[in-house]
């Protein structure tokens, strides 16, 4: 029994230690969410920036309209270190041709103060319903794409990014 | 930095009929008008909302942009080289100023 209770007691050393290791690396992380946090919040306050939501703005712009998730691929880093520059490649395997083409491809960040970054109109005579560019991110949100073929179907994608740096000032 | 410098990059041969890639940079601050200096002033928004592709007479892509594309904008697209033309890019920034280049697509 005794032993038993050494045991334990000799047990309870490392543990405590342990434990109070857990507890002040939780500190230190909760304390850098914090900061990770706190820019964001207090961005927007000090520039008077026109806030709007991406469920707002795809309403206004495609209405009540079906969209595919489908035939349409965004390559974008997964971790984007610098927020100022996220290379974006937009690609389709929809038709080119006279009758059936990519007409728009419209290009958004879910967490930017205004969605919508980019509208890019295409003809047949691009060949490749293809799109490369580079945008800001002002944190880790959701990168879409939805494509409206010229017979007015809407197809999209969706694909997360995250962000370490802010780019969009402020 | 000067602004409005274009440099457009197409493949050195070209076949009639292919498709190739184009790519395009255009040096440009564009300032998204929510960045202040150090002494609070607001630095006025300043970019590109305009970008328009001519090959030949006809427009082939045009861009609509807002704030949130990335300062020397960068972009890459394809075109299906069928003709001998120019292929002409032009920018247009919120404060009037426009910058175009151009290069010749000579398919054989």
Request: aromatic share 8%.
């Amino acid at each position: 029994m005794r032993q038993e209770d050494r045991g334990e007691q000799e047990g309870s050393g490392p543990a405590l230690t342990r434990r109070a290791f857990i507890k002040s690396a939780g500190v230190a992380g909760a304390m850098f969410f914090m900061a990770g946090a706190l820019p964001s919040l207090v961005k927007p306050a000090l520039a008077a920036v026109k806030e709007e939501n991406i469920n707002e703005v795809l309403r206004r712009q495609f209405g009540s309209r079906k969209v595919s998730m489908s035939h349409v691929s965004i390559n974008a880093p997964i971790i984007a270190e610098n927020g100022a520059v996220v290379p974006l490649t937009i690609t389709s395997d929809l038709p080119m041709n006279a009758n059936d083409y990519v007409k728009k491809i419209n290009v958004y960040a879910d967490g930017n103060p205004e969605p919508y970054i980019a509208g890019i109109s295409l003809t047949p005579a691009n060949g490749k319903a293809m799109f490369a560019l580079r945008i800001k991110m002002r944190k880790t949100s959701n990168v879409r794409a939805i494509l409206e073929t010229s017979t007015g179907k809407l197809y999209g994608a969706i694909r997360p990014v995250k962000v370490t740096i802010g780019g969009c000032g402020g | 930095m000067v602004v409005g410098r274009i440099k457009i990059r197409v493949p050195g041969t070209i076949k009639k009929g292919e498709v190739i890639p184009v790519m395009a940079l255009v040096t440009h601050p564009m300032e998204t008008g929510l960045r202040k200096t150090k002494d609070g002033k607001v630095i006025p928004a300043y970019f590109i909302n305009d970008v328009d592709v001519f090959y030949g007479n006809e427009r082939v892509t045009h861009c609509d942009w807002t704030y949130a594309i990335s300062a020397n904008p960068f972009i890459s697209f394809y075109l299906k080289a069928d003709k001998a033309a120019p292929l002409k890019i032009v920018y247009k920034d919120n404060k009037g100023g426009v910058y175009q280049e151009s290069v010749q697509i000579s398919p054989r």
